[in-house]
């Protein structure tokens, strides 16, 4: 298994074969052929060979295959390449450090050359993967990119990261046997579940489904007892007459929907705003349900995100405008849900199910539209961002702050500055 300083060197020696970095006029086998990339090949970021279908000449023949790199020409047996069939149709392997004769799996001698590229390439690629945690390019990017590079760039990042989420969502809706309403139930419950609770709202929402908590739309309290009871939240030794009731109508309801409670052990309230205790969310959550307004079809034909927070604009049941939780007095809120709420939903629920509905049912005019709710709503404001509005990066709204946060969690702390807009212009500018 490779180090993390191979992996990095090995990132760093790719990268230099990709945009041909290296000295030309010094790529040589150790048999003395000249080696010409006519075509570097195409990055491969999966399993196998770092680079498919490059054109290579050695000497006076040209071969098309794939181009393996490693730090030492002697990982290739270490790696055990050179019985993995999986690289047989590699033509060259591009090194730092020609220390052995390497052989393919049926014998044959396989070409190595050694990569000569300059040594402040290297210091700099060095300063950008011990600095990357630390937003160390957020000087690079504000003094050296122009508006339009940067622009540009949040767009790829923004729309990496939907795809990500569109996968997401799609195994979820397959989950849920393809019903986009359920899927829509599981969403908004991960969606106010927020931080350490996210999964246990998810497993709420398969427990209670979409379809049984619309049965009893029209009495909340019935929908709190399905909520709370198959939450697993109405047992333990707090007393209270609310609580009390809850429980005699989930009784009841379990055995008429076949509900079963999760463990009280799913949920947790350690580094949780009272206002986002596991219970007030349920009751916010069972306020919406009962409304009938935050619907897929109403989210689906939202304009703005002013539409969209209509839709949220709803009192809370009496009990819970006063209390956090079951007999845990709070002071008085009125609204089901507030406002930095609703954008979180926005940001982490409409906006990327409605690209996935529209990606999966052909409506690119529903893509667009979500990504246009994200430019309507704040910037977010976490340790993603901070980083960077620190350094005096400008964050204007989501669609800049999500692009940042796939920045920051896909590139920076995996210190992928190879393949990061920021790190690739600044390894070129050497």
């Not at 790199?69 to 270490?78: C, G, M, N, T, V």
């Not at 969502?169 to 599981?186: G, K, M, S, V, Y």
């Amino acid at each position: 298994m490779l180090t993390e300083e191979i992996r990095l060197k090995e990132n760093l020696l790719s990268f230099v074969w990709q945009h041909s970095l290296y000295d030309t006029n010094f790529l040589y086998t150790r048999f003395r052929e000249k080696a010409i990339a006519v075509s570097p090949g195409r990055r491969n970021f999966g399993e196998g060979p770092r680079f498919l279908q490059a054109e290579i000449r050695l000497g006076e023949k040209t071969f098309v295959g794939n181009v393996a790199i490693h730090r030492k020409a002697s990982d290739w047996a270490y790696s055990h390449h050179n019985t993995d069939p999986a690289y047989d149709g590699v033509i060259l392997l591009a090194v730092e450090e020609d220390d052995r004769l390497i052989r393919r799996i049926d014998d044959s001698v396989l070409p190595v050359v050694v990569l000569q590229y300059p040594e402040t390439l290297k210091q700099k690629y060095r300063a950008l993967t011990l600095g990357s945690q630390g937003f160390a390019c957020a000087s690079f990017l504000k003094t050296e990119m122009k508006p339009v590079e940067v622009k540009n760039a949040c767009t790829r990042l923004m729309t990496e990261r939907l795809e990500r989420k569109y996968n997401d969502i799609l195994e979820i809706h397959r989950q849920a046997e393809n019903d986009w309403h359920e899927t829509f139930h599981i969403l908004l419950f991960r969606s106010m579940g927020l931080g350490s609770n996210k999964e246990a709202f998810m497993a709420l929402a398969r427990n209670v489904p979409y379809a049984k908590l619309c049965q009893e739309k029209g009495d909340i309290r019935n929908l709190e007892a399905m909520l709370f009871g198959g939450a697993g939240l109405l047992d333990g030794a707090v007393y209270d007459p609310y609580k009390s009731d809850l429980e005699k109508r989930f009784e009841t309801l379990s055995r008429r929907h076949g509900l079963q409670a999760l463990s009280y052990c799913s949920w947790s309230s350690k580094k949780v705003r009272p206002y986002n205790f596991p219970p007030k969310r349920i009751a916010e959550l069972a306020k919406l349900i009962d409304a009938g307004t935050f619907t897929l079809n109403n989210i689906l034909s939202c304009e703005s995100v002013t539409e969209v927070k209509r839709l949220f604009d709803i009192e809370l049941s009496d009990y819970w405008k006063r209390n956090f939780s079951f007999g845990q007095g709070s002071a008085r809120q009125h609204r089901a849900v507030g406002d930095i709420t609703a954008d979180l939903v926005v940001i982490n629920h409409v906006a990327p199910l409605m690209f996935a509905y529209g990606r999966q049912t052909g409506e690119a005019a529903l893509e667009e539209r979500a990504l246009d709710l994200l430019y309507q709503v704040k910037a977010e404001a976490n340790k993603y961002t901070s980083g960077w509005t620190k350094r005096g990066i400008t964050i204007e709204n989501a669609f800049h702050s999500q692009a940042f946060i796939q920045l920051t969690t896909e590139y920076c702390l995996r210190r992928r500055c190879c393949e990061c807009f920021i790190g690739i212009k600044a390894l070129k500018k050497i």
